[in-house]
Structure formats: C-alpha cells, structure tokens
C-alpha cells in the first residue's frame, strides 16, 4: 500500500492525514499482533520496542496510562467521502486570507526558507502551501492525544501492519524527549505538528530548526519547515524544475492522451498548441501530462515530474492539484482562469455512471459516485468508442449517450 493511498483513505477536510514512509511499500507486510486484552498487547508491544534498542524505562513511560479512544475508533469509521470538484474546493482552500498569511510567513521565516531551499533544494512557496492546508499554519493540529491514538489504531484489527510500527516511533520519540505521552495531541491518526507527519516521518525526517536539541513540529515553525522540506526531497522533488503551470487550450487536441499519464514531454504539448499562460516555455524536455480537472472547458494545468511529490503526499486528485496550485499563487502567479465547465454530474448521477461503467467491463473500483482515476481513465476509453472528446468529464450528456 502507498503512502499516498493511505493519505487518502485517512482525510477529513482540509486536515489530510498519514505521511509514513512505511506507506511507501507496494504491499503490507504480513498483520501484527492486534485485539484482545489490552495490557496483554501491550506486553507485546514493550517486548518489540525493547527488541529495537529503546530502554525499558522509555517504554514504560511511554506506555504508562494508555488507554484506548472510542473517539478516535468512531472517527475511523466514519470517514467521509471527497466530493468537492476542483473549483469549489480549491477557491476555498486557496483563499486571499491564506494567502495573505502565506507571504507573511515566508518573510517572518525568511531565512528558515532559505536554509530550507538551499539544503533540500524546496522553495519556499512549497512548503508553505502544504503548511496551510495541513494546518491553517499550525492553528488547527488536532486535539486527540498521539499516544491513545496510536495504541487504538494499532490494537485495532482493521491495520495493525500500518499503525504498529508507528506506535513503535512515538516510543522511540518519548526516549528522545520529543513526545509526552500524556499532553502530546495531534490528529485521529496519530499525525502531529504543523505539517502532520507520523512518528516514523519525523524519526527519519526531523531537522531541529531553532537550535534547541529537540524536533518539536507542534510549536516550532522553525522545526516544522526544515522538516517538512526534508520530507519533500525525500519524495523526489527536484530542485529548480516547476511542479504545475496553468495552460491554454486549443480547440482540438488529442484529449484521450489528457491526465495522469506518461509518454509525452511539455514539448509535446506546446506543439499541439498547449500555451502557458505565464509564456515560460524553458522546459521543453521534462514529461508532462495535461490535466483538465472539469473538463476540456475548464481550467487546465501541464502537470511535471514534481507534481508526483504532491501525489505521494495526498493521493485525492483535487486535493493534490490544488496544493500545487496554492503554491504557484504563492510564487507570484495569478488566479486561475475557470473558463465555462460543464456541469459536472450530481452524485447519484456519478454512481451511475460508475455503474453503467462496471456493468460494461470496466474497473471502476467501489461505486461511490467520485470521479477518481479509474472512473475517469473508463470513461475516457468510451467516449473514445462513442466518438465524442476524451476527456474523461462526466457530464449528463456523456451518461444519456452511455
């Protein structure tokens, strides 16, 4: 499972969840030791810490008092489903407010971003935009305690190969003084600070910003952007390329070749008549891929090999595309143009086209009425077939032709 798939499974809001580098592996490791009496698991549990080098004062200390959420039980039941297009979920998130915040930041921590920059290669519009959708710059962390979180979602039979080895970290983080187990909150899945990363994430990750000895990523902005930074070069960014840039569109374009895909280059796409709407045309030879989230008559952006980095963090579409977007405002670049999209399908109208997808052979994954990449990627295929534009928008006029 990715790293990315798990972000977002795990999302409330504009609170996304989850960014451990244990996620990176393509498949789970065989299920840990979950359920039954809970001072039994807990044995367990300090018997593994103790096997990987943490001392057993450490671990009791860490262990000392836990106890199991109900509350963070019911919040993983209950999570909510992403249904928000592009425009009304990036309008919202990428407000002047957040805006105005993020240019005041960056020159509050001017020389944080700097170092940041210069040692990971991350500038500093990136960081920031992630900054604020994770957090609202650190206002909103979550008030669930990172301990009792981790020992329910570990004791908990639903993912214990995911949430074990987590819970391991923040042990290893409590020998390291770096997490009280008794005040240290965060959210419902254990992530902390202002940039939401997992203990295992900030064991390897952490860079201590203001000097202090410690990687305090709750209240040290210092510490939560160098760290941050780290991560993200650890995802694959590379410095001095872009990650996102808003284009033009002709009127005729191979649209069964849009979306997430490989095997065209931006100067590909500038000879089909792609124009950024900025000019700079200086990256001819990365890959690109044309992404049309609403459609051939909606806002377009050529999305670069960096761009990946944000699907790692988050693997929701919207979300991803309008972080990057957030940080090209923060860069300098303006609004983006809506143009006129076509409305969108309601959400019993997405189920059925999923449906009538399925029904037709196509794997669509679960009937849950969002236009995820599966959805779009079939519904390409048949409007290929039906000989109308391929863009993988659903509309009322695709479904009715279905």
């Not at 999302?11 to 009496?37: H, K, N, R």
């Not at 500038?123 to 305690?145: C, L, R």
């Not at 000019?279 to 990365?286: I, K, R, Y």
């Not at 009425?369 to 048949?382: C, H, S, W």
Request: aromatic fraction near 8%; include cysteine; proline fraction near 6%.
């Amino acid at each position: 499972m990715t790293r990315a798939t798990l972000r977002s499974v795990l999302s409330i809001g504009f609170l996304t969840l989850l960014t451990s580098t244990a996620l990176a592996q393509e498949a789970a490791p065989p299920a840990a030791p979950c359920g039954g009496d809970l001072a039994v698991f807990l044995e367990g549990v300090k018997a593994e810490a103790i096997g990987k080098g943490i001392p057993a004062d450490a671990v009791d200390r860490a262990l000392a008092g836990a106890a199991i959420s109900e509350k963070v039980l019911g919040r993983d039941r209950a999570q909510g489903v992403f249904k928000q297009s592009f425009t009304e979920f990036s309008q919202r998130t990428v407000s002047k407010a957040r805006l105005d915040i993020g240019a005041r930041k960056m020159k509050e921590y001017a020389a944080v971003f700097d170092r940041a920059e210069k040692e990971f290669g991350v500038p500093a519009p990136v960081i920031t935009a992630f900054w604020a959708m994770e957090t609202d710059f650190g206002a909103v962390q979550g008030d669930f305690n990172t301990r009792n979180a981790l020992v329910t979602l570990a004791h908990d039979c639903r993912r214990p190969e995911v949430f074990r080895p987590q819970l391991i970290a923040a042990i290893e983080m409590v020998q390291h003084g770096d997490l009280d187990p008794g005040t240290t909150t965060g959210a419902w899945a254990g992530e902390i600070g202002q940039v939401q990363m997992l203990p295992e994430d900030i064991i390897a990750q952490g860079m201590d910003g203001d000097g202090d000895g410690h990687v305090n990523l709750k209240q040290s902005s210092p510490d939560a952007i160098l760290t941050a930074a780290k991560f993200i070069k650890s995802l694959g960014f590379t410095a001095g390329q872009p990650w996102i840039q808003e284009v033009n569109l002709p009127e005729n374009l191979p649209w069964e070749k849009t979306g997430l895909q490989t095997g065209m280059t931006a100067g590909d796409w500038f000879k089909l008549g792609v124009a950024p709407r900025d000019g700079n045309t200086a990256f001819p030879q990365l890959a690109a891929s044309l992404v049309i989230p609403q459609g051939r008559h909606g806002v377009a952006f050529l999305t670069y090999p960096n761009f990946n980095v944000y699907l790692e963090w988050n693997q929701s579409f919207i979300y991803t595309t309008s972080a990057a977007y957030f940080a090209t405002r923060l860069a300098g670049a303006p609004p983006y143009d809506t143009h006129h999209p076509e409305p969108g399908l309601s959400d019993d109208g997405m189920k059925a086209l999923q449906t009538k997808l399925q029904g037709m052979g196509h794997d669509v994954g679960k009937i849950d009425g969002i236009l995820g990449a599966g959805t779009r990627a079939a519904l390409q295929k048949e409007q290929l077939r039906l000989g109308l534009p391929a863009d993988g928008w659903a509309t009322q006029a695709v479904l009715d032709a279905l």
